[in-house]
């Protein structure tokens, strides 16, 4: 294969860079998971890239990639995680608090509130950024009881994303899939299911008041 500044030159001739770019992360991690399987194949393996392509799934998750700590970042990522199971990736997520800039204590603990649901829960940040580790910020308490509750929702959270893979259903999905009789619940994209019994309305605004909310329906 030939690189070139208009396209790539290959077998059936030139194909222009944006129509197949994200074939590269695709192929590489299925080659990461084919040589996983063929050569250690006694082991389970967990692979995530940031570039994908429809069928993806198969070998492995994926991260919303190099994202910014900005509130307008973390609105994003609320709003992409459905996109991303209607697509079939279900193991997804992004960096917690933003990976590049500097993030904010208030930013770090909305971001994490959202992030305790995500099955890829990740605080991932780019060199020469402000160390983000919860542990830097004064509400500590409030970011230790956050981790706590991901850990007690864990099997929940474990049940529920199985349960969407065996039965091809999505593990985050928008209000209007669940209830499509409601008129408002088309024009929601801010408020998600979580598995069948959780609803979640994350907070993605700086200074807001409150904290997030979080339904439960048990049955």
Not at 63 to 91: A, E, F, H, V
Not at 199 to 209: D, E, G, R
């Amino acid at each position: 294969m030939v690189f070139a500044d208009t396209g790539k030159i290959t077998e059936q001739g030139r194909v222009r860079h944006d129509r197949i770019h994200n074939l590269y992360g695709c192929y590489m991690t299925r080659a990461a998971a084919e040589a996983f399987e063929r050569f250690v194949p006694e082991k389970r393996m967990l692979l995530f890239s940031r570039s994908s392509y429809i069928g993806m799934h198969r070998y492995g998750g994926i991260w919303t990639g190099d994202n910014r700590s900005w509130w307008q970042q973390l609105s994003l990522s609320i709003r992409q995680m459905p996109s991303l199971n209607m697509c079939g990736l279900l193991y997804s997520g992004s960096d917690i608090g933003g990976f590049g800039d500097d993030t904010t204590e208030d930013l770090m603990l909305r971001w994490m509130e959202f992030g305790i649901f995500t099955p890829l829960m990740r605080n991932h940040a780019s060199m020469g950024t402000r160390k983000q580790e919860v542990y830097q910020f004064k509400a500590v308490e409030d970011f230790r009881n956050l981790i706590r509750l991901r850990y007690a929702l864990l099997p929940y959270l474990y049940s529920e994303f199985v349960k969407a893979a065996l039965e091809d259903e999505m593990y985050f999905r928008p209000l209007a899939f669940d209830y499509p009789k409601d008129a408002q619940a088309v024009q929601v994209e801010d408020q998600l299911m979580v598995g069948g019994s959780v609803m979640i309305a994350p907070v993605y605004q700086q200074n807001a008041l409150g904290g997030m909310c979080i339904c439960l329906s048990i049955c």
